[in-house]
């Protein structure tokens, strides 16, 4: 009997190498064979990419194009070019010819269904009664599932062949009439599974009334992960990677100088998703968090490694553990009679809110108050439209800088902001500010944004590298 499983998500990069998995991570030697598992799959690398609209360069898929033109057949072409490469990806991964068959059969069914749904309603939309913006988010949740639905059924196939019992788990509710809420769906689909003698795997979307994608959009899987260990009492969740999770980025700061972590806390994995370097996303972490459940972030290319855990609590020695930035644009509002009024700051929120813009950090004094956020211009001008409306004496800068965060735990002895700035100064690099947070879990430095990488390098030098060997991960990633 298998003493607590775990659950274990696996990202599309990744899952797209699955044949190198097989006699590793998935097959290896360990106790109990192949099972005590569950494994949540994304899509494989750049499917999603080609369902929706590219998450980098924002190119229209599938979904952009459908969104945007609904009169033309622009859609199903870019389909078409979907599932082709789809069929790609499985023909190399599937060996055997059987398999490739049912693979194919499987795409062929989930892509004309797919096209035939989108065609009806085309049509449908045509009348004028009936609005094609009601059910856009219907049809990107639709679109999405056929990724990892795709993406499951290989890997049960890969399984299959080398004799492992495993079975796919599609949570993507197709041909299901039914409408369940999120709870229902995960019970349902998982009240069988006997995990000392089959390898579930799972789809990372999960349809359902809720609408996962309305609230997360396409962080979802970790979320449907997260929802799936803390509903089975999982021993151990984790989240397997193409990388350790380490100290900077190597192509940052040099081969061989950044260290893997090790072991850290929920609330410094918090703030490395604050600034872009998501180790889980802040909705996954807070339902472990609450479930009491331990999340480790390994490498699937080094299964000898144990990665690096993340707990509730952490007694280490107070560490930087991730030096870690990016480019922000820093939106300020000057107006001299801010002062002792208040509803300044809940109106300049308000407009940042309504306009979907990110949060990064922000700073105040008696007459300004500035917010650092992610750079999109176009939703910062209209952010600039509102609050210039209600305050029309306020002056309102907008600036791209660099943030530059050094995080992790106890940071408040250590003399951070000081050695930091220092590091700064000897590397010639202006520093435009400093931000100690109180909790003491990451000090921010502000520089000139084409100074990125050369702070991160720096800082990294003197917090990192400096203290390696003092309660620090073991080993250069």
Known sequence: MIQGHTVEKIGGTSISRADELMDTLFCGDREGGPYGRLFVVSAFGGITDLLLESKKSGEPGVYGHFASAESDMKWSEALDRTAARMAEVHGRLLSHDGDRQEANEFLRDRIEGARSCLIDLQRLTSYGHFRLGNQLLTIRELLSGLGEAHSAKVVTLMLNRRGVDAR??????????????????????????????????????????????????????????????????????????????????????????????????????????????????????????????????????????????????????????????????????????????????????????????????????????????????????????????????????????????AVGRGLLGLGVPERGLHALAKAGIDSLGVHAIARGVDVQFLVPEDRLNDAITAIHEALVEATSGQGFGNGEV
């Open 168 to 405: 796919i788990v599609d949570l993507s509710g197709w041909r299901d009439d039914s409408h369940p809420d999120l709870q229902a769906r995960l019970t349902d689909a998982l009240s069988d599974i006997d995990f000392d003698r089959e390898l579930p795997i799972v789809t990372g979307y999960a349809q359902c009334r809720e609408g996962l994608m309305r609230e997360f959009d396409r962080g979802y899987s970790e979320v449907t992960f997260a929802h799936i260990a803390a509903l089975t009492g999982a021993r151990e969740a984790v989240i397997h990677k193409e990388f350790h999770l380490s100290s900077a980025d190597p192509k940052i700061v040099g081969t061989g100088k950044a260290r893997k972590i090790g072991q850290t806390d929920y609330d410094v994995a918090d703030q490395m998703s604050n600034l872009g370097m998501e180790a889980v996303h802040p909705s996954a972490a807070k339902i472990l968090r609450q479930a009491g459940i331990p999340l480790r972030v390994a490498n699937a290319f080094d299964v000898e490694d144990p990665g690096t855990l993340i707990l509730s609590d952490v007694e280490d020695a107070p560490r930087v553990e991730m030096v870690t930035g990016l480019v922000v644009a820093a939106l300020s509002v000057h107006e001299p009679d801010m002062v002792g009024v208040k509803g300044y700051d809940a109106a300049i929120l308000d407009a940042l809110t309504q306009n979907d813009v990110w949060i990064v950090s922000k700073a105040s004094n008696a007459n300004t108050i500035t917010h650092y956020v992610d750079p999109q211009l176009k939703a910062l001008r209209a952010v600039e439209r509102t609050v210039e409306g209600r305050f029309e004496n306020a002056e309102i800068d907008i600036r791209k800088i660099a943030l530059v965060s």
